[in-house]
């Protein structure tokens, strides 16, 4: 479901997902709807995955609409891990 | 056929488009969006997102989720009014009002919350003077103002677009029930400074019964009337900060709301102008064929003025039930009669207790349908004179 070098982010309403989703669509962006992994659903239950390199325009676009996640996750060597919310981690 | 006359209460039929789509998303995709993450419920979380956004374009309304799915337009009042209010605030309302707005206010009025009512004048018209007037007046500005944008005993139309940026001006909160405008006359929440709209969704918009929502402008904050499962924070005992799940609870009705969207598409396609064209036309044919009539009132604004979607009458010396009820059993007409749940509005133009007769035509009516009430009704008044002669 989340491979190596995904990124997923966490958003904190189904409805604010479905408009993150409909908004990266439309602007060309490739990003997909997730069930959340078990670890990070505290949330919502679903999560918008997304390719690292997709990170700062899928940012810049979210927050341009004023629509910042709730949370970044990042898979690295098999592990999710919490990344700090700006539009590019290393 | 029956010659339905009833559509303030709810339009009926609704466009083919609306059957279509109901039948359409009841065979395909009628799961509870919002909740599982399977591609069918996220399918239909995505149906029901573009119904919010279908709403939040027709109204004006900048964000689609400040847009509540409600099941008509007393539940979305309900939220508003139950979730803002509190012991100290002092509402401005009018004495035109429907039940749904009139008696929750009445229970809140018991909790220690001021309910001013602006008195309309005997067409049913409230100035947009009276209620600057309340709102200032008695020591304390009023914290909301509450008002339907159009009788649904007159057709009287209030000028929300008067009163409304000047309440934003005020700080004052502004709610209009649009339970008989939207569909009809244009509404814009930004420019009329409207900060919460309630609107059933199977009227005017033709959507299906069970559909109705609640707009909330940025900021606002209500406490939730019915606790229950909103699909995100699960592990939270509580209910979630954000809206619209906040206020949304239990499972939604995917179905009804792409019937709602499938009528809300149909009025943007003919327009509001040519709507509104539609039934003046068919409520003048009816003015003027009424006017012949012995002992005929006519409630509400003048032809002249601009109205709603229906007409108010009253025969004298004649009890409207028993003219509706001539018209239903003996000529498969419905009309309503009585007092169309809002008891306060008869008061102000004397129609108590006995009410009016009210024709409200829809989209699918036609010249020969008034033509065949007015025929009609000649026919029974003609009977009971020569029977009581
Ligand atoms: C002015 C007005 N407000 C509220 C309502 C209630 O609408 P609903 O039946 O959708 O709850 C109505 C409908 O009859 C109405 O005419």
């Keep these: 479901m989340i491979a190596d070098g995904d990124r997923i982010v966490l958003f904190n309403s189904p409805t604010r997902v479905m408009k993150a989703e409909k908004l990266l669509r439309k602007a060309g962006l490739v990003c997909q709807l997730i069930p959340a992994p078990r670890q990070v659903a505290e949330c919502c239950a679903l999560a918008l995955r997304f390719a690292a390199t997709e990170q700062t325009a899928i940012f810049n676009e979210l927050a341009a609409a004023n629509l910042t996640p709730r949370r970044l996750y990042g898979k690295h060597q098999g592990l999710l891990s919490a990344l700090e919310l700006t539009s590019e981690n290393e | ?389």
Excluded at chain 2, 236 to 258: C, D, F, I, K, V
């Design chain 2, 1 to 389: 056929m029956a010659i339905y006359l009833d559509n303030a209460a709810t339009t009926f039929p609704k466009p083919e488009s609306v059957y279509h789509a109901l039948d359409q998303t009841g065979r395909q995709l009628a799961i509870s969006p919002g909740r599982g993450s399977y591609s069918l419920a996220l399918e239909a979380g995505r149906l029901v997102y573009e119904v919010r956004e279908t709403v939040a374009e027709f109204f004006n309304i900048p964000d689609p989720s400040r847009v509540v799915f409600t099941a008509n337009a007393t539940e979305a009042i309900n939220l508003a009014l139950f979730g803002l209010l509190r012991p100290g605030d002092r509402v401005i309302s009018t004495t035109m009002e429907h039940n749904a707005v009139s008696r929750p206010l009445q229970v809140l009025e018991s909790r220690g919350i001021e309910i001013e009512r602006v008195p309309a004048n005997t067409t049913g018209q409230v100035s947009a003077a009276a209620i600057r007037e309340a709102v200032t007046n008695g020591g304390k500005i009023a914290r909301m103002v509450v008002l339907s944008h159009c009788s649904n005993v007159t057709g009287s139309i209030q000028p929300i677009e008067e009163i409304g940026p000047w309440c934003r001006q005020q700080g004052v909160l502004f709610m209009v029930d649009a339970a008989q405008s939207a569909g009809l006359l244009p509404i814009d929440v930004q420019s009329m400074g409207i900060d919460l709209l309630a609107a059933a969704g199977h009227k005017g918009l033709l959507g299906p019964a069970g559909t109705g929502f609640l707009y909330l402008v940025e900021g606002l904050q209500p406490t939730p009337l019915i606790y229950g499962g909103t699909g995100g924070n699960s592990a939270s005992p509580l209910m979630p900060e954000e809206l619209p799940e906040r206020l949304e609870y239990g499972t939604l009705n995917t179905q009804a709301l792409a019937g709602l969207q499938a009528g809300i598409e149909f009025v943007r396609s003919h327009g509001l102008e040519q709507i509104r064209r539609h039934k003046s036309a068919l409520l003048e044919q009816l003015f003027f064929g009424l006017s012949r009539l012995p002992g005929i009132r006519i409630h509400g604004p003048s032809q002249v003025q601009p109205q709603g979607g229906l007409l108010s009458f009253s025969l004298a010396g004649q009890d409207p039930s028993e003219i509706g009820f001539l018209l239903d059993v003996e000529h498969d007409i419905c009309i309503r009669t009585g007092l169309h749940c809002a008891p306060d509005a008869h008061r102000s133009i004397g129609t108590l207790p006995a009410g009016t007769l009210r024709v409200s035509p829809g989209l699918f009516n036609t010249a020969a349908d008034i033509d065949a009430l007015l025929r009609t009704m000649d026919r029974i008044l003609c009977a009971k004179s020569t029977i009581s002669a």
